[in-house]
């Protein structure tokens, strides 16, 4: 008897016990999950510092798709460290910025997002105010150019992205000095 395939959302078979998880458990560990590495990055900057971070309490609230948002969540805090390469799509070649959004979300869930940052911040989901911002929401940054970059929202202030040439994919504060001087908003995917 062959076992059938896995849809999007099995993922008991390769992390079992998590979606017998009540919704807000599984949210609260990966909050926690990403505080924990946040301690272990260590990375150097590869954007210049304009300055100490803002001190920011953040909201947390729950997202409107508990399910497909911590898994978007879980892949994206999986790649943390995967190299940057300039149109990079996957783990074992690097990611650029949009390459790691549409990765994860094709990855985990089987959706298919454009594939720029300027692509994506056009995408036909609900513009998210700051103060709004749920977990696996797409956060943009730019200047007076339009958007160029893009990360993974994933709670407390912190998104997940790949910055720059020679650097990694790492988790960062929309409050840093570089990112909140240049954020420009989100848009949810999930709803």
């Given at each position: 008897m062959t076992?059938?395939?896995?849809?999007?959302f099995d993922r008991g078979a390769h992390?079992?016990?998590w979606f017998r998880m009540a919704p807000a458990l599984r949210f609260a560990t990966c909050a926690v999950f990403a505080a924990s590495l946040l301690t272990a990055c260590g990375h150097e900057s590869v954007r210049p510092s304009h300055g100490p971070?803002?001190?920011?309490?953040?909201?947390?609230?729950?997202?409107p798709n508990p399910v497909a948002s911590n898994a978007v969540l879980m892949r994206a805090?999986?790649?943390?460290?995967?190299?940057?390469?300039?149109?990079g799509n996957t783990p074992e070649g690097g990611f650029d910025c949009s390459g790691l959004v549409?990765?994860?979300?094709?990855?985990?869930?089987?959706?298919?997002?454009?594939?720029t940052s300027r692509e994506l911040a056009a995408f036909q989901g609900p513009r998210v105010a700051e103060d709004r911002l749920v977990a696996a929401d797409l956060v943009f940054f730019g200047g007076e150019g339009g958007v160029s970059h893009v990360g993974i929202y994933v709670g407390e202030g912190r998104f997940v992205h790949a910055p720059s040439t020679g650097g990694t994919v790492r988790l960062d504060r929309l409050d840093g000095p570089y990112w909140r001087d240049h954020y420009s908003g989100a848009v949810r995917v999930l709803h």
């Amino acid at each position: 008897m062959t076992k059938p395939a896995a849809s999007p959302f099995d993922r008991g078979a390769h992390y079992p016990g998590w979606f017998r998880m009540a919704p807000a458990l599984r949210f609260a560990t990966c909050a926690v999950f990403a505080a924990s590495l946040l301690t272990a990055c260590g990375h150097e900057s590869v954007r210049p510092s304009h300055g100490p971070a803002a001190t920011r309490i953040w909201q947390t609230l729950p997202p409107p798709n508990p399910v497909a948002s911590n898994a978007v969540l879980m892949r994206a805090l999986g790649l943390v460290g995967t190299p940057y390469r300039y149109g990079g799509n996957t783990p074992e070649g690097g990611f650029d910025c949009s390459g790691l959004v549409n990765y994860v979300y094709r990855d985990m869930l089987d959706l298919r997002l454009p594939r720029t940052s300027r692509e994506l911040a056009a995408f036909q989901g609900p513009r998210v105010a700051e103060d709004r911002l749920v977990a696996a929401d797409l956060v943009f940054f730019g200047g007076e150019g339009g958007v160029s970059h893009v990360g993974i929202y994933v709670g407390e202030g912190r998104f997940v992205h790949a910055p720059s040439t020679g650097g990694t994919v790492r988790l960062d504060r929309l409050d840093g000095p570089y990112w909140r001087d240049h954020y420009s908003g989100a848009v949810r995917v999930l709803h």
